[in-house]
C-alpha cells in the first residue's frame, strides 16, 4: 500500500511539473489565432485516471490557475485571456479555472465507471473526454460569461452560437482530442501494467 501511495504521489508530481513546463514553456502549446492547441489536459487526464476525481480535480485546478497567470503575460500569454482580464478579472478566472477543474474532476469518475470492463478502454475513453470537456466547457463558459461582449461579438460575427463554437475552435479541438486520445491511452495503460493504477 506504501509503494503504491508513493508511486501515485511520484505521478501527481510529475504531472504538476508537467503543466508548469506547459505553461512557462511553448512545448505544451501551439498558438493557432485567438486560441491554441493545448496538451495540458493530457497531465490533468493521467491524474485523475491515477488518483481519480480528487486527483483529477486538483490537477485541473493547477491547470486552470496557470492558465489564469497566462491572461496577466506570466508564462506562454494569451492574447485571448488579457482581452478578458481587461474586461472583467474576475469573470476571467471563473472562465479560465472553474472548466479545467470541473473537467478533471469528472475525468476521474469517467475512468472509474470504464476501468472494470477494460483499462486501455478507460484510459483511452478518458483521454479523448479531457480534451472534449475541456472544449465544451471552456467555450460554454465563454459564452456564458462573456457572450454579451463587443469582443465575443465580434468574434462570432453574427453566427448563432453553434456554428461560431465549431468554426472557432474547429481544427484545434480535433486535434486536440486526437492527441490526448493517443497518448492518455498509452501512457495510462503502461501506467496500468506497471501496477500504478489498480484495475479494481
Known amino acids: 500500500m506504501k509503494t503504491a501511495n508513493t508511486k501515485k504521489l511520484t505521478v501527481m508530481a510529475l504531472m504538476t511539473a508537467i503543466l508548469f ?7 505544451g502549446t501551439i498558438p493557432i489565432g485567438p486560441l491554441a492547441i493545448s496538451l495540458n489536459m493530457i497531465p490533468v487526464a493521467i491524474c485523475a485516471i491515477v488518483l481519480g476525481p480528487a486527483g483529477g480535480a486538483a490537477a485541473g485546478a493547477i491547470f486552470g490557475f496557470l492558465s489564469f497567470l497566462q491572461c496577466f503575460g506570466i508564462g506562454i500569454p494569451s492574447g485571448m485571456g ?3 482580464v481587461a474586461i472583467n478579472p474576475f469573470l476571467a478566472f471563473v472562465q479560465r479555472f472553474i472548466p479545467r477543474l470541473l473537467d478533471g474532476f469528472l475525468l476521474g469518475f ?7 470492463k477494460s483499462v486501455s478502454l478507460a484510459c483511452t475513453v478518458t483521454g479523448f473526454c479531457s480534451a472534449f470537456l475541456n472544449t465544451l466547457f471552456f467555450m460554454s463558459a465563454l ?15 453574427g453566427k448563432n452560437v453553434i456554428l461560431f ?3 472557432f475552435v474547429g481544427v484545434n479541438a480535433v486535434v486536440e482530442m486526437i492527441v490526448a486520445t493517443i497518448i492518455t491511452g498509452a501512457i495510462g495503460t503502461a501506467l496500468f501494467k506497471a501496477h500504478v ?3 479494481q
Open 21 to 27: 513546463i506547459f505553461a512557462f514553456t511553448p512545448i
Open 82 to 84: 488579457m482581452t478578458l
Open 110 to 116: 469517467i475512468f472509474k465507471m470504464l476501468k472494470k
Open 143 to 157: 459564452i456564458i460569461l462573456f457572450g454579451n461582449t463587443d469582443y465575443v461579438q465580434g468574434l462570432m460575427g
Open 165 to 167: 463554437v465549431c468554426t
Open 197 to 199: 493504477v489498480n484495475q
